[in-house]
Structure formats: C-alpha cells, structure tokens
C-alpha cells in the first residue's frame, strides 16, 4: 500500500490520470483488506491528501465516498484508542467539508482535531490543524478568530524548527507546501485594509520567522540560536526594508529608528513581480544595453525606496538594509534608479537575514588577524583567476596574517591556520552557493569544501565568543545561476560560519575587476570610523567610476550579509 501511495503522487504529479484511477481503485480495495490499524488510517489520510491536488473534473472518487473513508478512518482511530491517528483523520475530513464549501461542519471537525493534538502535546499536529482553522475562519470573513488559529500554527512551527524535516513522512510533506505558506497566508491576513501598528510589527516578525524556518529547511536542523535586537539599539542611522511578495500585491514594511513603521503596498500579482525581476536578472549582462536595463531598476526603485523618500521615512538613513523575499533576493539593491543616480550613490547597503540573527559588534579593526587563500590556476575544470594573486598581494600588504596560494590552499592548511585565532577571512576562488546545502561549496587546491564541512572547520577553533570570525569575504565565488533560493546558500554560509558579516557576489565577475573592487574595500575599512558597508559603497563608487568597469554587471553583485557595521 505504501509503494502504491507514492506510486499514486507520481501519477498525479506527472498528470497520468488512467493510471491514477486504476491505481485509486486498488488502494481502496488495500484498505478495505487491511485490518484497522495506524499504518490503514494514515494510508487513508495519505490518500486522501493526494486525492486533494486533483481538480474535480479529474478526480477518481467523488466527494461522498471520500467522505465514507474517512467516517471509517476516524471510527478505526477511536476503537484503536488512538487519538493521534483520530486527529489526522479529523483534520483531513474538517478539509474535505472545506472545499465542499460546508464551513461550519469543516471548523467543527477542524476544532475536534485540534483538540485532541493540544491534549496528547502532538505539535506538528497543531500546527496543521492551526493553520487549517485559520483558512477556515477566514473564508468565513471572521479575521480576530483567523488570526488567533494562525498564531497557534506559527507558535507550533517555531517549537518543531528542525523537526519539521523528519516530521511524518507518510504524509508527504514538504517546506513549500506545508510550511512556507503558513507564514505567507499569515502576513497576508495581518496586511489586509489599513494595517496596524501591532499588525505590523507582527508581519514583520513573521518573515524574520519565515527566514529563520527556510535556513532551517537548507540545513535539515535548527542550527541558529536567536535573539531578538532592536535597530536603534544597533545602528541609529540605519533603516531595515522589508518587500513581501503576497498574491495579490507587493507589501513594503521599513522599521526605522526612532519612528512608526512605514507600510505601503503596490497592488500587483505576484507573478507579475517575480516576471520583472527574472526579465531584469536576464538584463545584467554585457550584451544588453544600460537603456534596456534602466526602467526596470527604477520600477523595481518605485515599488521599494520611492514611497519610504516620499513619506522622509529614509531622512536620516545613511544605510539600508534589506530583508528580502523571493526572487528580490537575486536583485542587487545597489543597481536601483531613481532616474538620476543608483541607490548606491545615495546609501549604504546591506543584507539581512534578519535583527534575530544579527551579531550587533562592530569590526575589531585594531585586533585585525587575516588568513587569506586563493586559487590562481585552473583546477578540478574550473578556470584560472590569474588576477587573485594580485589581489591577494594588496590586501595583505598592511595586515597581519596568513597567506596560503594554489598549491599552499589546501583543506588541512587552512585548518590549522583557522586554529589560529584569525578574525578577518579572506577567500579568493571558485564556489557556489545552491539552495541545496550539498551543493554549496568552496574549491581548495585538492578537492572542495561543503558549507557544512566549513561550518566543521570555523567552528573547531578553540575560542568562542569575542574571538569569531569578524568578517568572512568570498571573492570569486557566485550564487547558482537560475537558482531563486540561491542566496540562502550564501545567507547561510554567513551564518552557519559564524561569520558576523560575509561579502560576496550574486554572479560570476570577472576576477580583474573584482581584484580592484577588493582592494579598495580593504583600504577603506582600515580607515578609523568606518563600517564595512560603508567600505564596500565607496569601493563599489570608484569601480563604477572606472571606464572599464562602470556597467552594473561589475560593481553591483557584491553583496554584504549580515553585519553592516
């Protein structure tokens, strides 16, 4: 039955409906065979839930003798004095009665199993049920009691974190679908009408949350401990953006210090949004002109930065930091228009995570210990960057450290020199970071290393807290290309590192301009009183300034996460 229950998500995945109704057929024949058990009553879930995806002019049951099946599964569950087996049976007939668009018996149903999981502490239980009592309510235009159930399900999913990966996996469910959309669905309901204060700042948590769950999704744990910090505690002068892809609208939230939180809203389709961004992704190539490229960063200016100008909630900004959703986060900011100048011209920039995952401390500058390692020569396929010698060559030439080059760069070396209480990273060749951890790595001299082999190697320092690493730069290293959660892999190099902040680049650039944009940055830093993002803006200005470098597609991909001080 279990083979043929995954046999049957196949089918309907891959639309091959004569085979879906014969293989329905089968699996109800199965369950009338089977005594009644656990296993019978989840298979009947399962089924039920796959039964779910198909559109009703496809679907092999109908509405009646789906509900007979799960009449049966819930009556097995109770003489088997099996509560947990009930609620899942529970849930998915309150679904059922939902889509029949019988409401108040779906909430009825829907409150049943809720009940049961809060009584027997079944958490990723709750949080379904939550979030399906939070559709319900809402549907039925009752927002106080929505907003209540899904508070319940977000609560629930905070306690799980990394269990969510293992969580029943006879029910087949997955990140996107089972997780994602309770905090999108959540925002959205707090962002309806004339969003309050409080609503706000909720949302705003949310996504923080939604950042934080994703990481955890990459890792397949909860690695991240959190706390949450204030902006004003942080950084007075900085302002934190949050653009929210919703369904039917672009919802911009901007906390900055010392006043209310501005909101404004684009009414927009998601896929609308998430079409320009890909068609101003394609742009940032040499072959197409700065005429094509143009209005869509000052379509992308209006919907983020405009109204936040309008409304002087930017008036005292020097930096802007970006907690962003989507495919904005293969956007670099730096590159928006305003029609006159880039927005890099006018602000420092940074990436966040999150204010839950920010380490608040300021660059040591007068404890600086820098490792720095690169590849020149061509190894394991990838090309020679014969520009990181020189690189490397510039910015060690003022810095105490080490220096480990081509042969020198191997895993072992660069161990032992990160045993060596070194607070500034600098590495100089090939990676990539991928949406899938596995596919997140850095190229060594003999092989590679995996973002969680990496996290095995800064972590086996002797030394915690004040000694961490202050500033991890991955030069030459790029996000996978069409990759939309891509950036997460390099979030969560930054973070699983323990890096405070991480400087990289969203695509490939070419190593002769990034040995310039690097060096600038590093002479930059060393000057008293200025921060990190503010290093990166001026080099990312005098690059742009360069006849040989002035197009986008060189300055604006380097990106800093995480710490902008």
Known sequence: MQARLNLLRLFIQSEQWQQVNTLVGEIQGQLRELPATRASIYGTVNLAANLDKIEPEQQPLNSQELNQLLVQAVKSAKVLKDPQAEAYALREWGKLYGKQGQLSEAIHLTKQSL??????????????????????????????????????????????????????????????????????????????????????????????????????NYFHEACLDTQTAKIDEIDPNATVIYPIILPDRLAVIVSAPGKSLDYYATPIPAAEVENTLRTLLSYFHPVFSPKQRLPLLQQVYDWLIRPAEANQTLANSKTLVFVLDGKFRRIPMAALHDGEQFLVAKYNLSLSIGLQLLEPQPLRQQQWSMVTAGLSEARQGFRPLPSVKDEIEQITRNVSGSVLVNQEFTRSNFVREMNSKRNVVHLATHGQFSSNAEDTFLLTWEGRINVKELDQVLRSRAFVGEGGIDLLVLSACQTAIGDDRAVLGLAGFAVRSGARSTLGSLWSVRDDSTAILMTKFYDYLQQPGITKAEALRKAQLDLMVDPNFNEPVFWAPFVLVGNWL
């Open 115 to 216: 009940r049961i999981a809060q009584s027997i502490q079944s958490t990723d239980i709750i949080y379904q049920a939550a979030w399906q009592l939070g559709q319900l309510f809402k549907q039925q235009q009752q927002p106080d009691h929505a907003v209540a159930a899904y508070t319940e399900a977000v609560n629930a999913l905070k306690s799980l974190r990394g269990d969510l990966v293992a969580i029943n996996p006879d029910l087949q469910f997955s990140f996107r679908e089972s997780v994602e959309p309770v905090y999108r669905e959540f925002v959205a309901l707090l962002l309806e009408g004339t969003p309050t204060q409080a609503d706000l700042a909720q949302a705003r948590e949310l996504i923080e949350s939604l950042q934080l769950a994703e990481l955890d």
